[in-house]
């Protein structure tokens, strides 16, 4: 048994619970959960989710724990979770995405635990991992970052395609729903297109994952361009690829190889929009109608990925991993 601890009850700090209450990970067990904010606020923000819908069971606070359908999950309110013990944890789940130095990630090892897995970007982690794409390296490492979502949709892909055919280059554009870090109306975010209301307009912006995938993937670093297209959906993001390959292949050669895909790249035949593939667990499902190869042998593919429940997924995928301590 792997006993985590979430700290940072944020959109995927509640959506990781939600989805390790489905049973599908019998091997995690959440042990406890940190956050400051009014725990009756959290419990109620979990029990009814604008995204994902009512938790089909009973919720609520009661001696500093969150009780889901009987069983009571450990609440504290630490600013700093170094002050707290945490010698009963194998892995702490840092999701409150303020894990950018060195001394703020180490918080959860110096509180005890075994390790520490970041759910985002973080120059301060010792591996930045990908599921399917680069975690054969995964060892010992105390501080993991499971990168993006977007590059937990893109690495994968890469990698499979490279692997089977080389990849000479290519550009890839993220069609990304509206986050938190957007304004709900115009309001200053420090950058004018971001700073634009989210559910209103279609905003050109950038993208960590092409940093990122140059980090998971460095053997392909600069072989790849991308950008982002923030767009007025709540969930279901979707990453469209082209890239130029060493082999001429055909769309029956392209479709052969999604087709045999399942876990973490999975794929559909359907004409699927993006409200159909919410609280899909891959990290990406490719469109298989909508998959190109031209006469000069560019090929495009173009695959959804719900960025928070598929996300929340690959953390539990790699805490399971990481194992205790």
Known sequence: MVRVFINGFGRIGR???RVQTSGAWPEVEIVGINDIADPNLCAHLFSYDSVFGPFAGDVSFVDNALVLDGQAIPWTQA??????????????????????SRDVAARGLQAGAGRVLISGPSDAADLTMVLGANDDLLDDQPIV????CTTNALAPLVRLID????????W??????YTGSQPSVDAPRGNMLRSRAAALSMVPTTTSAQQLLNQVLPDLAGRIEAAAVRVPVASVSA???SVTLDARVTLKDVHALLRAQSGIIGWTDKPLVSTDLRARPESLIVSLPETRVTQGGLVRVFGWYDNEWGFSCRML???QMMGPK
């Open 15 to 17: 959506t990781m619970l």
């Open 79 to 100: 600013a700093d979770i170094s002050a707290l013990d945490l010698s009963d944890v194998d892995i702490v789940l840092e999701c409150t995405g303020k894990a950018n």
């Open 145 to 148: 970052s499971n990168a993006s």
């Open 163 to 170: 692997d089977a055919w080389g990849l000479q280059t290519g």
């Open 172 to 177: 890839m554009t993220t069609i990304h729903c």
């Open 239 to 241: 990453v469209d690829l």
């Open 317 to 319: 995928d790699v805490a």
